[in-house]
């Protein structure tokens, strides 16, 4: 698959991650189409993507497309080779019913996969799942998961921890994906990355972001994980396209080279970059969140992928985007 570079499909384009993997794919060269949600207010402005280098009409193409409506897909798959779905309903605070985002996120994907198989060009799908949909297992925060932990969906439901609606979702769209796989003969392999941190081209401070540099946006009061697992956006963006050209990728695939304690952030982060008000460890003692287990990454090493980035460059390059574009 490699050899053609021919067109591929990227849901949700205007997210932070799909972006980025909208920017590598023009880089390495292929062709891209990118659905986003209509704006009922007006059209809505993607200059950040077809101002990208080599987003030219032709090499990008932009359709409307929306998961309430999964047929909305079809124009955009028709003629591709591959499929990254990275399109997902994001309620942390559940202002709508766990039940309903969950039936958006699985019935969107499934209406994708099904657009895929009508389509019969589509060699292979890479579904962008999430850490949310294997760290709530049950067990300790000291564990290591590989890819056979999956959430639970009735302890989410029960304890309802902060973005629970969120991991429901993905962990049981994750699970549909796959069966559809299975049943109907399509190649369907996820990615599970973490929190993901870096530069962005989307017009926001994407979230993921903001969260892992809540010590040096002066947040601390908003300190909800005390333990995170991180990788950077660049990473996640070359894991998609290696298990696109992989020739054999099997299943589930975690992503997540970097489990991160907030003390050892607080000392990193203070050493790095002593012209901020970082919190020291002192300061942090007593805080109370969620210590996210470690997800171990060793199946996709396997298969052949490299990590590229190290910790200091994770953080390095999402502060100096957030310096560029005025968060700092």
């Known amino acids: 698959m490699a050899e053609g570079k021919g067109r591929v499909c990227v849901t949700g384009g205007t997210g932070f991650l799909a972006s980025w993997i909208i920017k590598r794919l023009l880089e390495d060269g292929y062709s891209v189409n990118t659905t986003i949600r209509s704006n ?12 990208l280098p080599g987003a030219t009409s032709e090499k990008l193409q932009i359709f409307n497309a929306d998961l309430c409506i999964p047929e909305s897909f079809g124009p955009a798959v028709e003629g591709c080779v591959g499929i990254f779905h990275t399109a997902t309903p994001v309620d942390f605070a559940v202002n709508e019913p766990e039940e309903v985002v969950t039936k958006r996120t699985v ?4 209406g994708i996969l099904k657009a895929c198989v009508n389509s019969k060009t589509v060699k292979r799908v890479v579904y962008t799942s999430s850490g949310s949909a294997a760290s709530f297992s049950g067990k300790d925060g000291g564990d290591a998961l590989d890819e056979s932990y999956w959430s639970d969906v009735d302890l989410l439901r029960k ?3 902060f973005g629970w609606s969120y991991a429901v979702s993905k962990t049981l769209a994750e699970k549909a994906v796959l069966e559809f796989g299975e049943k109907h003969g399509l190649e369907v392999v996820t990615l ?26 002066g947040k601390k009061e908003q300190i909800g994980v005390i333990r ?33 304690p907030i003390e050892e952030m607080s000392k990193l982060l203070s050493a790095k970059y002593p012209e901020y008000q970082i919190p ?16 171990i ?32």
């Open 159 to 161: 304890v309802k921890p």
């Open 40 to 51: 009922s207010g007006g059209k809505r402005d993607v200059s950040f993507l077809t101002n």
């Open 228 to 260: 995170f697992h991180m990788v950077h956006v660049d990473d996640v963006a070359r894991a998609h396209i290696f298990l696109l050209e992989h020739p054999n990728p099997k299943g589930r695939y975690n992503c997540s080279p970097f489990i991160v």
């Open 192 to 217: 599970i990355p973490t929190f993901v941190v870096g530069p962005w081209v989307c017009p926001k401070l994407p979230d993921s972001v903001e969260r892992a540099l809540v010590l040096v946006l």
């Open 297 to 328: 990454s060793n199946k996709i090493r396997d298969a052949g992928f490299e990590f590229k980035y190290s910790l200091e460059d994770l953080f390095d390059d999402a502060i100096q985007c957030c310096k560029e574009k005025g968060y700092l």
């Open 280 to 295: 020291s460890v002192e300061e942090l003692k007593g805080i109370e969140g969620f210590k996210q287990p470690d997800l």
């Open 107 to 110: 019935d969107g994907a499934l």
